[in-house]
């Protein structure tokens, strides 16, 4: 199984924090990764991970826990100079596939302790305010991964970052989709996967390398499928306000869907945003038509000349604060405040939406993420997802809301040549993302 997921994303909401007190004993020497002054940053890998049946059971993320570095190993022990004082400490980790869980263990130079896990989640970050001057601890700790990287960050800020509204007063959210990844024709043994997080609850349909289907039952049922070309895509807000949706629940009609748009120190603004329904096999309820697919024929690659040779349907999600969507920049709000700017329709009872700077994912075991392949044969083809298609979301960017892949198919082979942000590969104004 393809192990990558770089969203200029990827992949977490601060589930749980326990404060102790004394430094977790850790099995690996510790590394020490550099020294902060005022605004500067340090990235570094984390480590790769094996398989240990030590880390099979599962953490219950509600109940704090303490730092396992204390009773298991391996675990990853960095150590970070704050040579002066700052506003924030900024710790950051990242995993490609959410249901890999590490703990997340920081360790003031007094002895403070906080930790947090990234369950069912791709990012994880730990924000201290007004970090002691000296030497901290970071702790990293597997408790449920396999097979698995990880990557880290860290920043210590003279000051939060503050975004600039536009002109208007605005601070609008950018949806953006992030790289198209893991390509196939295997239908998804359980299409209840929206239902029974995390992704491995629904594993592909194949037995001894064989798959019978590339398409779900009900995606052949329902949609008149045939052959499903399925991936994975993430979706992002990259901009600088919250994207906020609500709405009353109605099962039986659907529901209309208002954007509350962010003001600084002011009340949101309330626009309408398109409906949602209720997505009986998910479970829950979907934004309608936010993601729409489809896939082009590549006929000449020497000018990049396609036909249209399928289409996935339009489709409602429900994303949440899953992932850090630009890991080099460190302009996210805290996880979990894509609801902060306060209600801007009355009597609403639900709501969905991605912080600024978070992100979310969908594996291609999630009913509806295929374009329909049909008879098409082995050759070049382009699959591009877009967000928001109808234009139902104000953003602060309109033009960036389109990503593709560049494959290559043979029999049920599928070979991914280029992801980025644009049209195709031969966009000129394509931005390549990291394969």
Not at 86 to 112: H, K
Not at 128 to 151: H, I, K, M
Not at 189 to 208: H, K, T
Not at 324 to 348: K, L, M, Y
Request: proline share 8%; aromatic share 10%; hydrophobic share 35%.
């Amino acid at each position: 199984m393809l192990r990558h997921l770089r969203i200029a994303i990827s992949a977490a909401v601060l589930l749980s924090s326990l404060a102790v007190t004394g430094p977790a004993r850790a099995h690996n020497p510790p590394i020490l990764v550099g020294s902060l002054t005022s605004d500067s940053t340090l990235f570094w890998d984390g480590g790769s991970v094996g398989y240990d049946p030590i880390y099979s059971a599962p953490v219950v993320p509600s109940i704090p826990v303490a730092p396992r570095c204390e009773v298991a190993e391996p675990c990853y022990q960095y150590r970070i100079d704050v040579r002066e004082p700052g506003a924030m400490l900024r710790i950051a980790l990242d995993t490609p596939m959410r249901d890999d869980g590490f703990e997340l263990t920081v360790i003031s130079p007094s002895g403070a302790s906080v930790t947090q896990n990234n369950s069912n989640r791709y990012s994880i970050e730990v924000r201290r305010p007004n970090p002691e001057v000296g030497r901290w601890t970071v702790l990293v700790a597997p408790y449920s991964a396999e097979y698995a990287d990880f990557r880290m960050r860290a920043k210590l800020e003279s000051a939060p970052h503050v975004p600039t509204p536009d002109a208007e007063g605005r601070l609008l959210p950018n949806l953006r989709v992030t790289r198209l990844w893991e390509f196939g024709f295997v239908a998804p043994a359980n299409p209840l996967n929206g239902l029974f997080p995390p992704d491995d609850a629904n594993p592909p349909l194949e037995a001894a390398g064989q798959a019978p289907l590339s398409c779900a039952l009900d995606e052949m049922a329902e949609d008149e499928a045939q052959r499903c070309l399925r991936y994975s895509f993430g979706l992002a807000n990259v901009g600088d306000g919250v994207f906020d949706i609500r709405w009353t629940a109605d099962r039986l009609n659907g529901f209309q869907m208002t954007q509350c748009i962010q003001r600084p120190n002011q009340t949101p603004l309330a626009s309408p945003a398109g409906t949602g329904s209720w997505h009986k096999t998910h479970g829950h309820w979907h934004y309608d038509d936010v993601i729409f697919h489809d896939i082009w024929k590549v006929t000449d690659r020497s000018t990049g000349e396609m036909v249209k040779a399928g289409d996935g349907k339009k489709l409602g999600y429900s994303p949440a604060d899953q992932g850090i969507a630009e890991w080099q920049r460190f302009v996210q709000a805290p996880a979990g405040t894509s609801g902060s700017a306060g209600n801007c329709a009355p009597g609403s009872d639900s709501r969905l939406g991605m912080s600024a700077g978070w992100g979310d994912a969908y594996r291609y075991q999630r009913p509806g993420n295929y374009v329909e392949f049909g008879a098409n044969g082995d050759g070049w083809y382009v699959v591009r997802t877009i967000a928001d298609p109808l234009g139902q979301v104000l953003e602060s960017d309109e033009s960036d809301n389109t990503s593709y892949a560049y494959v290559r198919v043979v029999g049920t082979e599928v070979d991914v040549l280029e992801s980025g942000l644009g049209e195709s590969p031969w966009d000129p104004d394509k931005v390549v993302f990291e394969l």
